[in-house]
């Protein structure tokens, strides 16, 4: 059975790397979609890693805790990614003059970043 393990260093490290750059890169040039990239790969990881423990195997039942944690850093990075997307939305927003949905815009947990 295959799995994409974020629990591996090497890979944790490069999944953060890439999720970091896509979020800058997307306040640089202030386009907000490009920090949904991320956030739609994490969201289909997490469907992935819930369809693999669902119709988990006996033989395969080693991998449980495996996809367990794969899926408590799928949340994690959906959490980082969506705040990315917020912030990258926020910058786009004030570049262009353009109304956010909300009145405050994330300006409440970005005041100093």
Partial sequence: MFIFNLT?????ILV???????????QEIKKSMVAVI?????????????IQIITLKEEFSYLYSILCYNMALDFV????TFLG???ADDVEAKAL???VLNSKGINWLFKNV
């Fill in 77 to 80: 990075f959906l959490f980082v």
């Fill in 38 to 50: 991320p956030l739609f790969a994490f969201l289909i990881l997490l469907v992935a890693h819930t």
């Fill in 16 to 26: 953060t790397v890439a999720t970091i750059l896509f979020i800058f890169l997307s």
């Fill in 97 to 99: 003059n353009k109304k």
């Fill in 85 to 87: 997307y917020l912030w």
């Fill in 8 to 12: 591996d260093p090497i890979t944790l």
